[in-house]
């Protein structure tokens, strides 16, 4: 698998619709980095854009474990996706020097496991500078 680029990472999983399903995730199985940090967001309303970050160095895989998310994302070429997660056993591998914007229906909840600890200096939070950045290296 190519760890340069936005892709979706299947998770199998485990169980029937009868008893209810689990899903495994494990560092350097299944995700493709050491797992330094987790985090969830949960009851954000509709009409609000989370994200409108980038990170220098940063992995995550990120899971919508309820509801759906959209993603829309812009590479350090400058190509665009959407992606879209609404399938707990689905995880979005982002790499680094991605930028994200990210829409959550009523219900959705957000679950990303992380590569690094949380630093400020590793967030573009403005889109110019993440650019102008992608241009110099």
């Not at 160095?57 to 759906?68: E, K, M, N, W, Y």
């Not at 070429?77 to 992606?83: A, D, F, I, M, P």
């Not at 229906?105 to 403005?126: G, P």
Request: with cysteine; charged share 20%.
């Amino acid at each position: 698998m190519n760890y340069r680029e936005p892709q979706i990472i299947n998770i199998n999983r485990i169980g029937s619709s009868e008893l209810g399903f689990i899903s495994i995730a494990e560092e350097h199985h299944n995700i493709p980095f050491d797992i330094k940090r987790v985090y969830w967001t949960y009851y954000t309303p509709q009409d609000v854009t989370r994200g409108g970050h980038a990170h220098k160095d940063l992995q995550q895989v990120i899971f919508a474990v309820s509801g759906t998310i959209t993603f829309n994302l812009t590479d350090q070429l400058g190509n665009k996706k959407t992606v879209v997660l609404s399938n707990p056993s689905e995880g979005l591998y982002l790499p680094k020097l991605i930028w994200r914007d990210i829409h959550f229906t009523h219900n959705a909840v957000l679950l990303c496991l992380a590569s690094e600890h949380y630093s400020e200096a590793d967030y573009f939070r403005d889109y110019e500078d993440f650019k102008n950045y992608c241009n110099e290296i």
